[in-house]
């Protein structure tokens, strides 16, 4: 409790009043045998509730303007479906952009910067699945080092690649996590790879200011600048 009122500048007399209309309310407990206070059951219902009412895809496709506004590169919003990762929004920018890529495209899952960035943050028992059948279904053979790539991308945050199914393409991509920093989404900006290029420092930047922000809306933890 004195540290509690020491962290708050408050009197301890006055923390301690404030804490007993806590833990009357539900709010905060006092475990016996410690001492220490904690989040009670009715402030537990409440983040439950409020995380319940969360909805990561609407608080992704809201801040897509921005970041298209911020950069100048189209910016993809995807999922992972039962073929890969899937285009779900396309915000457009105001560069001229020429693809055969549309809602409902999608991308290959080891061999994206967008199927890269969604696997690094999924669970390994169900990543190593995935892998397996993204080999045996679509002929996709993994690239060399893989495990590494997604290493990196867990750590930066990010993962970045010049397409080898669209000549000229470039995009990075960042991921959309939920309270257990597992993928839910992934945040891509697209473009030719001279756009890309050219504006590459910024865009990564202003991706992982959105994908952080949206994550940690939905309760990740996870920081990447």
Same mark, same amino acid.
């Given at each position: 409790?004195? &540290?509690?009122?020491?962290?708050? %500048?408050?009197?301890?007399?006055?923390?301690?009043? $404030?804490?007993?209309?806590?833990?009357?309310?539900?709010?905060?407990?006092?475990?016996?045998?410690?001492?220490?206070? &904690? @989040?009670?059951?009715?402030?537990? *219902?409440? +983040?439950?509730?409020?995380?319940?009412?969360?909805?990561?895809?609407?608080?992704?496709?809201?801040?897509?303007?921005?970041?298209?506004?911020?950069? +100048? @590169?189209?910016?993809?919003?995807?999922?992972? !479906?039962?073929?890969?990762?899937?285009?779900? *929004?396309?915000?457009?920018?105001?560069?001229?952009?020429?693809?055969?890529? #549309?809602? +409902?495209?999608?991308?290959?899952?080891?061999?994206?910067?967008? +199927?890269?960035?969604?696997?690094?943050?999924?669970?390994?028992?169900?990543?190593?699945?995935?892998?397996?059948? #993204?080999?045996?279904?679509?002929?996709?053979?993994?690239?060399?080092?893989?495990? =590494?790539?997604?290493?990196?991308?867990?750590?930066? !945050? $990010? &993962? =970045?690649?010049?397409?080898?199914?669209?000549?000229?393409?470039?995009?990075?991509?960042?991921?959309?996590? &939920?309270?257990?920093?597992?993928?839910?989404?992934?945040?891509?900006?697209?473009?030719?790879?001279? %756009?890309?290029?050219?504006?590459? #420092?910024? #865009?990564?930047?202003?991706?992982?200011?959105?994908?952080?922000?949206?994550?940690?809306?939905?309760?990740?933890?996870?920081?990447?600048?």
């Amino acid at each position: 409790m004195k &540290d509690l009122a020491r962290a708050v %500048d408050m009197p301890n007399s006055l923390a301690h009043r $404030y804490l007993a209309s806590l833990m009357a309310s539900g709010l905060a407990v006092q475990n016996e045998i410690t001492g220490l206070y &904690d @989040l009670g059951p009715t402030a537990l *219902r409440i +983040g439950a509730s409020a995380l319940g009412r969360l909805d990561p895809l609407r608080l992704a496709s809201e801040a897509m303007p921005q970041l298209v506004a911020n950069t +100048g @590169l189209p910016a993809l919003l995807n999922v992972l !479906g039962d073929r890969g990762p899937a285009i779900i *929004r396309w915000e457009r920018s105001y560069l001229p952009f020429v693809t055969t890529l #549309a809602v +409902g495209s999608v991308f290959q899952l080891t061999n994206s910067a967008t +199927g890269r960035t969604l696997l690094a943050f999924t669970p390994s028992r169900i990543r190593d699945h995935l892998i397996e059948l #993204a080999a045996s279904k679509n002929m996709e053979q993994p690239p060399a080092k893989l495990l =590494e790539r997604l290493e990196k991308i867990r750590k930066r !945050g $990010y &993962d =970045e690649t010049e397409s080898v199914l669209i000549p000229g393409l470039a995009a990075i991509s960042a991921p959309i996590l &939920d309270l257990q920093n597992e993928a839910v989404a992934c945040l891509t900006l697209i473009g030719a790879s001279a %756009d890309v290029s050219r504006v590459k #420092a910024k #865009a990564i930047q202003c991706l992982l200011e959105t994908s952080m922000s949206v994550s940690h809306a939905c309760g990740s933890s996870l920081k990447f600048l």
